[in-house]
């Protein structure tokens, strides 16, 4: 007789995924500037001054005004852009779509901490806004990080992270526009 064994185990939830629908959350749809649309789900989006479109966040965006919220995966259905069905990747935004953003509730998120700044539950949410390396581990610009740096990025008021990350790097927080 065989026995199948799973030696490992798969994410709770991928970057961008609405963790918790049955609590309250507000989403809403946004076009993407297409000189510079968001590429990540999962990241903070600002808006563009200009058109009122979502896009990344960039090197002028260093405080928790310019974030408008999260880009979440299509929601609540799925599309191609949502993980292949051997969940090898993470698909990407369709910059030609109308795209969800996150204004408050729970989301996944990539998190850039290394070993001994593990964000812990109620912990601070930073988002870089200068691309660094910190204690060996690349940042981009608009990435989530646990490590306080004022030069570098800024403190996400109304967030914070409800626990530990998993094997990927992934946690989950809790947000909500101030």
Do not use: C
Request: hydrophobic residues 35%.
């Amino acid at each position: 007789m065989s026995y199948d064994v799973i030696l490992g185990r798969r994410s709770s939830a991928f970057p961008g995924d609405l963790t918790r629908p049955n609590s309250p959350f507000e989403i809403t749809g946004k076009a993407a500037l297409s000189s510079n649309p968001p590429t990540v789900f999962g990241n903070p989006v600002a808006l563009d001054a200009t058109t009122g479109h979502i896009r990344p966040i960039i090197g002028t965006d260093t405080t928790a005004a310019s974030v408008f919220g999260f880009l979440v995966r299509v929601f609540p259905t799925q599309s191609t852009t949502y993980p292949n069905p051997d969940f090898t990747s993470q698909g990407s935004p369709n910059p030609n779509e109308v795209l969800s953003v996150l204004r408050q509730g729970y989301i996944a998120v990539k998190v850039y901490a290394s070993t001994g700044n593990a964000p812990v539950a109620n912990g601070a949410v930073y988002v870089q806004y200068v691309a660094d390396t910190i204690s060996g581990v690349a940042v981009p610009v608009g990435g989530i990080t646990t490590t306080s740096d004022s030069s570098k990025n800024f403190a996400l008021t109304g967030a914070e992270f409800t626990g530990g990350v998993d094997a990927n790097g992934y946690s989950e927080i809790r947000f909500r526009i101030v």
